[in-house]
């Protein structure tokens, strides 16, 4: 397939926006940390519901299903409006509003006495989180029409290497600390930190909609959805590819357990195998996402997702922990390329003015995948074992892709619109 030619320069550029590469550079780094800060908690959860008073292995499993899942729920109804308030006042305030919610209520869950308090926390996040979301349509509505694909997946690159570096760093930490709650502090101080870096390093070129602009109503947001076949398919790939990849998360510490019993070291064996999948995503996003804006990002996608499948269904069977790590890594080097190499699809098919409302709408696709996931994996893991959480995540990975080969087009360059178009290519 050969490149499209390249659109005209008042469509290739937002106004204004000529050091996009300065901004590109600095959300990575700062989706960086935040992505870091955040997943220092992955493998803690599970090991801290024993001091918040649940004690049995089935309680573990679905409270770690339930805590983990919390944020994404709540954040799914609420990042159509947030996307809408992007839109209309700037993608770095909506990054500003989320670093802050999300360091306070980290703090809380360090606080936390019960599990109760503990849910709370990380359920009220949900609320005013979305910071990755923030940044996809910061990013997307600041660089050239061409190089979404290379931008979003160097800033999928920084997230990964956060989710790479966290979950060993978290469990170092409590292991050294003996304390569980220590990362919940370091966390909350990290993500007031990377508040900071948005203040002073961030640069968005935003054009306020004009005082005489009609304010879209929430029935004409979900028309930029519901109006675009391709873009109500893509909907659904996130959802089930958040959800297959998150059905795995609250029980990869217990499946440790499982394998290797509770040694002193547990924390940090238990972050190794959470970050695993980070490396191999490190390597993989973004190849993954300069090629997709080559040789196609439907074909990208439908790469990833084979991938995936082929890679997951070993996990049913294997009973070494190391052999556990070696496909959690081959896993992460087909999942990198789904997250952003979607996005890309839809930032290409609406205009810059609307990608806030588009992405926040986006992002409740992913929002109900990372909340539905992980508790489905938590009541499989306590009702019919850890093995069937791999098997069911194998499955929903096949039907993903099949879904993608039938209804999803590769994007074509044509005049935009408010909504823009795909057609097969």
Same mark, same amino acid.
């Given at each position: 397939?050969?490149?499209?030619p390249?659109?005209?320069?008042?469509?290739?550029m937002?106004p204004?926006?000529?050091?996009?590469q300065r901004?590109?550079?600095?959300?990575v780094?700062?989706?960086f940390?935040?992505?870091g800060?955040?997943?220092f908690?992955?493998?803690?959860?599970?090991?801290?519901?024993p001091?918040l008073?649940?004690?049995s292995?089935?309680?573990?499993? #679905?409270?770690?299903g339930?805590?983990?899942?919390?944020?994404?729920?709540?954040?799914?109804f %609420?990042?159509?409006?947030?996307?809408r308030?992007?839109?209309?006042?700037?993608?770095k305030?909506?990054?500003l509003r989320?670093?802050?919610?999300i360091?306070?209520?980290?703090?809380?869950?360090?606080?936390?006495?019960?599990?109760?308090?503990?849910?709370?926390? !990380?359920?009220?996040?949900?609320?005013?989180?979305?910071?990755?979301?923030?940044?996809? %349509?910061?990013?997307?509505?600041?660089?050239p029409?061409?190089?979404?694909?290379? @931008?979003?997946?160097w800033l999928?690159?920084?997230?990964?290497?956060?989710s790479? #570096?966290?979950?060993?760093l978290?469990g170092?930490?409590a292991?050294?600390?003996?304390?569980? !709650?220590?990362?919940?502090?370091?966390?909350? %101080?990290?993500t007031?930190?990377?508040? @900071?870096m948005?203040?002073f390093? =961030?640069h968005?070129?935003?054009?306020?909609?004009?005082?005489t602009?009609?304010?879209?109503?929430?029935?004409?947001t979900f028309?930029?959805?519901?109006?675009?076949?391709?873009?109500?398919?893509?909907?659904?790939?996130l959802l089930?590819?958040q959800?297959?990849?998150?059905?795995?998360q609250?029980?990869?510490?217990?499946?440790?357990?499982?394998?290797?019993?509770?040694?002193?070291q547990? %924390?940090t064996?238990?972050?190794?195998?959470?970050?695993?999948?980070?490396?191999?995503?490190?390597?993989?996003?973004?190849?993954?996402?300069? !090629?997709s804006? #080559?040789?196609?990002?439907?074909?990208?996608l439908?790469i990833?997702l084979?991938?995936?499948?082929?890679?997951?269904?070993?996990?049913?069977? =294997?009973?070494?922990?190391?052999?556990?790590?070696?496909? !959690?890594f081959?896993?992460?080097?087909? #999942?990198?390329?789904?997250?952003?190499?979607?996005?890309?699809?839809?930032?290409?098919?609406?205009s810059?003015?609307?990608?806030?409302? =588009?992405?926040?709408?986006?992002?409740?696709?992913?929002?109900?995948?990372?909340?539905?996931g992980?508790l489905?994996?938590?009541?499989?893991?306590?009702?019919l074992?850890i093995?069937?959480v791999?098997?069911?995540?194998?499955?929903?990975?096949?039907?993903n892709? =099949?879904?993608?080969?039938?209804?999803?087009?590769?994007y074509?360059?044509?005049?935009?619109?408010?909504?823009?178009t795909?057609?097969?290519?």
């Amino acid at each position: 397939m050969t490149d499209a030619p390249e659109p005209p320069a008042e469509i290739a550029m937002p106004p204004g926006a000529a050091n996009w590469q300065r901004t590109l550079w600095a959300m990575v780094g700062i989706q960086f940390v935040m992505t870091g800060a955040m997943s220092f908690l992955s493998p803690i959860i599970p090991l801290m519901l024993p001091e918040l008073g649940v004690v049995s292995i089935e309680g573990i499993d #679905i409270w770690s299903g339930l805590i983990t899942g919390s944020t994404s729920f709540f954040a799914a109804f %609420a990042s159509p409006l947030w996307g809408r308030v992007a839109d209309k006042h700037g993608r770095k305030l909506a990054l500003l509003r989320s670093s802050f919610f999300i360091a306070a209520f980290t703090g809380l869950m360090g606080l936390a006495t019960d599990v109760w308090w503990f849910f709370g926390a !990380r359920a009220a996040m949900g609320l005013f989180a979305g910071f990755s979301t923030s940044a996809i %349509a910061l990013v997307a509505s600041q660089v050239p029409e061409r190089r979404i694909g290379y @931008a979003l997946g160097w800033l999928s690159t920084g997230q990964m290497v956060g989710s790479l #570096i966290g979950p060993v760093l978290g469990g170092i930490m409590a292991d050294l600390t003996g304390s569980f !709650r220590a990362p919940f502090f370091w966390t909350s %101080a990290a993500t007031f930190g990377t508040l @900071a870096m948005v203040v002073f390093f =961030v640069h968005e070129e935003f054009k306020p909609p004009p005082a005489t602009a009609k304010a879209r109503s929430m029935k004409g947001t979900f028309a930029l959805l519901t109006g675009s076949s391709a873009l109500m398919s893509l909907f659904f790939v996130l959802l089930m590819a958040q959800f297959g990849v998150r059905t795995v998360q609250p029980v990869v510490t217990v499946f440790v357990q499982e394998l290797i019993g509770s040694p002193p070291q547990i %924390a940090t064996l238990a972050g190794v195998a959470f970050s695993i999948t980070g490396l191999a995503n490190l390597m993989s996003s973004p190849f993954l996402g300069s !090629r997709s804006d #080559i040789i196609g990002y439907r074909r990208v996608l439908l790469i990833c997702l084979l991938g995936s499948t082929l890679t997951s269904l070993p996990q049913i069977f =294997v009973d070494n922990y190391w052999a556990f790590v070696a496909e !959690r890594f081959a896993v992460g080097l087909f #999942i990198g390329g789904i997250l952003p190499t979607a996005n890309a699809l839809i930032g290409r098919s609406v205009s810059r003015e609307n990608r806030g409302t =588009v992405y926040g709408l986006a992002a409740s696709a992913t929002f109900l995948g990372n909340s539905l996931g992980p508790l489905t994996g938590g009541v499989l893991a306590a009702g019919l074992g850890i093995r069937w959480v791999f098997a069911i995540t194998t499955l929903l990975m096949a039907a993903n892709l =099949v879904w993608v080969w039938f209804t999803v087009p590769e994007y074509k360059e044509s005049a935009p619109d408010e909504v823009g178009t795909q057609t097969k290519a």
